[in-house]
């Protein structure tokens, strides 16, 4: 495994950390012991980075994570870093309109309920990174819950501060980072979202700003699995993600990816991964992990020579720009 510097905060993290949506809920069955299995073999192998978020199965995802890191605490030297993301309060839409008030969706008794909620779902006293789910540029020019989050640091609750991308606005968070007022952004980043090459790279380096890049599968289209045929059960994220025609238009993409790589990189999966770790701004990759055997393929990447210059210019031509892709259709 390969660590990186996380921006200011100094510390070297895993460049292939440990996405845990899928075991909190929202994407088909999920087993707990394959959840517990997939994060012990993942730390085994040397991942210290863990990206949560208390609506990933309404804090189950924050819980499974605290019942392995307890029980590996007795005789472990190791420091495993953890990130979770507090939502906007429910009463408005997702992500915020350029009509909310972010002392309305953020405000500072909710912010510290909420963190209050993680603490104990977590088992600790204070989160390595509490990440804002989501923004609106409308927030930038008085970004009261970034204060808000502040003050809570100073009291010894958290670690850092950052905000997870709003997708169809990723560089709303442009402006934050260059005023300072973030440690650590997550942002989409994939063989066919690229934007982020544009300026939010560029301003995470100049700032000194942690990147966790999500999404690297493009929600599994890029492991190059998806068929015509597949179907997800119901209640998976991916049955709203892939609505409509957006199926069989994302497989014709992928095809056209998979013949671009060829037999440079061992699979498609692989070539995806080192693809979003390639800009040197990028700190750390959060492929979701879902059982042992997706832990050992994801962490392998680490241990592989990184991507070429080569590869890597001939997929910036398949970039895909989608606009409203996740609001449905």
Do not use: C
Not at 27 to 45: E, F, H, M, T, V
Not at 151 to 158: A, D, M, R, S
Not at 265 to 281: C, G, N, Y
């Amino acid at each position: 495994m390969r660590y990186r510097t996380f921006g200011r905060t100094g510390w070297k993290i895993s460049e292939i950390g440990f996405g845990s949506w899928a075991i909190g809920g929202s994407w088909g069955p999920q087993d707990d012991n394959d959840s517990i299995a997939a994060l012990k073999r993942a730390l085994d192998l040397g991942v210290n980075f863990i990206d949560t978020a208390q609506g990933y199965g309404d804090g189950k995802s924050e819980r499974v994570i605290a019942q392995v890191l307890k029980s590996r605490k007795a005789g472990a030297a190791e420091k495993v870093y953890v990130a979770t993301k507090i939502p906007p309060t429910p009463d408005g839409a997702w992500p915020p309109s350029p009509y909310d008030r972010a002392e309305d969706r953020y405000p500072e008794i909710y912010l510290r309920e909420r963190l209050e909620r993680s603490l104990r779902d977590l088992q600790t006293d204070a989160i390595d990174v509490v990440q804002l789910h989501t923004w609106t540029r409308a927030w930038n020019r008085d970004p009261r819950p970034l204060e808000t989050l502040r003050k809570f640091q100073k009291e010894g609750k958290l670690r850092a501060i950052g905000i997870s991308t709003p997708e169809h606005d990723q560089n709303s968070l442009i402006d934050l980072m260059r005023g300072g007022w973030l440690d650590s952004v997550q942002v989409i980043y994939n063989i066919f979202e690229q934007e982020p090459q544009a300026e939010f790279f560029p301003a995470a380096k100049e700032n000194n700003v942690g990147v966790i890049v999500r999404v690297a599968f493009d929600e599994s289209a890029l492991t190059g699995k998806l068929t015509p045929q597949t179907t997800w059960t119901q209640g998976d994220f991916r049955n709203n993600y892939f609505a409509g025609d957006r199926l069989t238009r994302t497989i014709a993409r992928v095809e056209k990816v998979k013949q671009a790589v060829g037999d440079a990189e061992p699979s498609l999966a692989t070539a995806a991964l080192k693809f979003a770790l390639k800009p040197q701004a990028v700190s750390t990759v959060i492929p979701g992990i879902r059982n042992g055997q997706q832990a050992e393929a994801n962490v392998a990447v680490s241990d592989q020579p990184p991507m070429t210059d080569e590869l890597e210019q001939k997929l910036r031509g398949h970039r895909w720009n989608r606009a409203f892709w996740y609001a449905g259709k």
